[in-house]
């Protein structure tokens, strides 16, 4: 069983490394997964670090039900929101749970980012949701979600951090790097006297042409 998908083992250890090195995440916060299958995903370990784990710590699980083996080795804690994730999205093959500085900041004011920047409406969509405040690993914080990830691509977590979704491991990742860098311009610009936000029909526009034109999946 432990080499089983090797490959999307391997890319789950190379990402968690990548999100360490831009600072995406610390020490053993966050959680990375990808769907294998129409019923199962990959998820990093809980509590291991980054740059010790390896790919047969990847737990594999069932996200119809939550079931995996219990060989030890125990999935992240937050696995049960992968699994609402990709029972609400079928389009959605990866996910990454961060703590990254700007986009917990706004996660912390609770506040929704507009669409500030034309990234930022492209591959995440008409803005960026807070999900309500619920305790972590807790059925509630899985619905909050969800419900804030609709239609989207991102979303905030109160007080907590950020998700970001993926048709691929590769499209999280630069998710997660377009959140940052809008985070980090919402918030400065608030300073210069209020960001200045996209329309929500030109913000639309822009995503969906990105989905079905220009993203990466689309060309497959």
């Known amino acids: 069983m432990e080499n089983q998908y090797f490959e999307?083992?391997?890319?789950?250890?190379?990402a968690g490394l990548k999100l360490l090195e831009q600072g995406l995440v610390s020490r053993t916060w966050g959680n990375i997964s990808v769907k294998v299958n129409e019923n199962e995903m990959l998820v990093t370990p809980s509590g291991k670090f980054y740059n010790e784990v390896t790919p047969h710590d990847m737990v594999l699980v069932n996200f119809k039900n939550n079931s995996y083996n219990k060989n030890g080795i125990k999935p992240s804690?937050?696995?049960?929101?992968?699994?609402?994730?990709?029972?609400?999205?079928?389009?959605?093959?990866?996910?990454?749970?961060?703590?990254?500085?700007?986009?917990?900041?706004?996660?912390?004011?609770?506040r929704e980012v507009p669409p500030v920047l034309d990234d930022l409406a492209q591959i995440i969509g008409p803005g960026v949701r807070c999900a309500e405040y619920a305790l972590p690993s807790t059925q509630?914080?899985?619905?909050?979600?969800?419900?804030?990830?609709?239609g989207r691509y991102a979303a905030l977590m109160a007080n907590h951090g950020a998700v970001c979704v993926g048709r691929d491991l590769?499209?999280?990742?630069?998710?997660?790097?377009?959140?940052e860098k809008g985070c980090k311009a919402f918030i400065e610009a608030e300073f210069l006297g209020g960001a200045k936000s996209i329309s929500k029909f030109?913000?639309?526009?822009?995503?969906?042409?990105?989905?079905q034109k220009y993203s990466k999946m689309a060309k497959k």
């Open 170 to 179: 590769d499209e999280a990742f630069v998710v997660c790097q377009v959140l």
């Open 77 to 110: 804690s937050e696995f049960k929101m992968h699994s609402g994730i990709y029972i609400d999205r079928k389009e959605i093959n990866a996910i990454i749970h961060t703590h990254q500085m700007n986009a917990s900041t706004c996660a912390a004011a609770r």
């Open 8 to 14: 999307h083992r391997e890319s789950l250890v190379k």
């Open 202 to 211: 030109e913000s639309w526009i822009m995503h969906k042409i990105y989905l």
């Open 140 to 150: 509630k914080m899985m619905k909050a979600v969800v419900k804030a990830l609709r």
